[in-house]
């Protein structure tokens, strides 16, 4: 059988780029022994809102049993020593967690089934593990630890990587080079008529699930031919592009469509509210109130956005007017992403991620604002949290014209930068003539595209031009373990370049 267990006396990592990166993940945690008290107490804090839980439910189910009528009850609240965690299993140690976290990253992110299949098949990782008497978790273990790591644990682990690289001497962190990127997010493209049969669809889809949860299900035969007849129309509007008197067509299609969405919010309203009403009243044990109150929570927003939806379209579609971005619903499934058009390139629905770069090729900076934000007013926040985590004030910051703020450039100056580099047109109209002439400011912004190659490595070694997560933090979560694994790469190719040179020297 190709595939039975073989027993091996020895089995040895191969001499890979995962080995070193591993390797340099290794060292970190050797030297800065706080990022893995911080997980610690990451899943100490995970485990004891799980247990909080449980405690709950069993005050709940203790409530509705009835006692002898001679001895009073009380319901026992939990207190502070009842969430102490220490039967049950072990957990999964600090390190394992650490080592998927970064590994994730390596792989690409938080595909799933692709990275967490690579980081469980991985000899290499097997390796690293049970010469600490460490094994691997199931995957489901793994995805939910991991998760349950902070986002401030997180930029703790990048600070302790660029301790690391100062007194490594790689780098000293005195250049700051800025810029943004495009990331497409884990949704389609927003089209009015898919957007309002998909949420009219996901309405009905999780209104048959309070059934399961406790409550009366909405269930409406009149809304369900309501949506087939809207994906009819959606289907209709999408082929029907490019042919004679199809704008015409068009309106004529999307006006039943804003009809039918209209009836079908108003079938559905009424049915939400008496969920509403019912889950006040709903007796059930906290845990799973909990499940129903969030999923009725989603069924408001849904319906909400889909009277957001329907006046774009109305706006838009059939009365010719420009909707401003900010009020229209870009996706169904992330309401944090924006409409990212940059630098004549092909616009994406997404996120618009500022990274801050040393000379050295160090990521030092990670910024990502809500939606489409404006570069201008992310300099100084960019460079108050580089600063705030090296320690470090760059003598050289540089950055395009997209980041041309008087305000911005000036407050930089202030703080010691030496050389505040904004190339461009609008750059130039702020900076006086005798710094813009100077050696030092055309060194600037000669070395400014160095930032483009950051940002093709990123892309196409990290996968960090799209996203899985969906949601701010969760994105931003996705983002900071690219990060983290880039500048592990980045550290082994300075630790092998420093051996190569001491061996030259050497002989």
Sequence with gaps: MPFSPVSLMFVAPPDSELFAFLQEAHRLVEREPQVLERIDADLDRH???????????????????????????EPARPEAEDLRLAGGRPRTPAYVVFMFLIGRGYHGGFKSAEATTLLLESTTLAVFLTNQGMTMPGR???????NAVSNETREEILAAQLRMVLRERWDDLSTLLVDSTAVAGNTQWPKDSQLMVDL????????????RLGLAPI????????????MSLHKRISMGGGKPGSQRERKKLYRKLLDLARRAAERLEPELQRVEKALAKLDVPPSRRQRVARLVQWLRTDLVNLGRVRTCCQARVMDGRKVPVGEKVLSVSDPDVGFIAKGGREPVVGYKPQLGRSAGGFVAGLILPQGNAADSGQLVPMFDQVVGRTGVVPQTVSVDDGYSSREGRGQLRENGVKVMSISGAKGKNITPLEEWDDPEYVAARNGRSAVESLMFSLKDGFDFGRVARRGLENVRAEL????????????????????????????
């Design 47 to 73: 485990g004891q809102e799980k247990k909080a839980l449980r405690l709950e439910d069993a005050e709940w189910r203790q409530a509705r049993t009835l006692g002898l009528p001679t001895v009073p009850w």
């Design 200 to 211: 009219v669809a996901r309405l009905l889809r999780r209104g048959a699930k309070l059934e």
């Design 140 to 146: 489901s273990t793994l995805n939910e630890l991991v």
């Design 219 to 230: 269930a409406d035969p009149i809304a369900d031919k309501l949506l087939r007849r809207m």
């Design 480 to 507: 900071l373990e690219k990060v983290l694994a880039y500048n592990f790469c980045r550290m082994a190719v300075c630790r092998r370049a420093a051996a190569e040179a001491g061996q030259r020297l050497a002989s």
